[in-house]
């Protein structure tokens, strides 16, 4: 079962002494558009890759793609997406590769549960 973190949670959790990284899945639109997390000013190293592109064909070769970050296995991945549901696929697909893996269960900009990232107050770009 994959660990579901609310945006307004995580620095309480990176404050616990987790060793994480951010994964942000988004496509390069939403990035442009809607702004990008910045994750360094919270310690947190920031990866992005998107799982899908124009945000419905999906990325053969995400796994691959995302090895080349050549990210710890001992570093627990934080996926992120707009509201939690591509972030989630993410982290499925890289918990059968053996790392480690959280959602943010509210995304970048909220869903129906919690306000998102942005929202939060957490740094962006």
């Known amino acids: 079962m994959i660990k579901q973190l609310a945006s307004k949670d995580i620095k309480e959790y990176l404050q616990k002494g ?18 990008k ?17 124009q945000g419905r064909i ?3 070769n995400f ?9 710890d296995r001992d570093c627990q991945i ?9 972030s989630q696929g ?12 959280a959602n943010v269960s509210d995304g970048f900009l909220g869903n129906s549960e919690n306000i998102g990232w942005k929202n939060s107050g957490l740094p962006c770009k």
Do not use: H, M
């Open 37 to 53: 997390p910045d994750g360094e000013k919270l310690g947190l190293k920031t990866y992005f890759l998107s799982l899908l592109f």
């Open 90 to 101: 993410a982290a499925e697909l890289l918990i059968k590769e053996n790392y480690t893996c």
């Open 18 to 35: 987790n060793k994480c990284v951010l994964l942000d899945v988004r496509t390069k639109e939403e990035w442009i558009q809607d702004g």
């Open 63 to 71: 796994i691959e793609e995302f090895k080349k970050f050549n990210i």
């Open 58 to 60: 999906v990325n053969e």
């Open 78 to 86: 934080l996926t992120l997406c707009g509201s939690g549901n591509r």
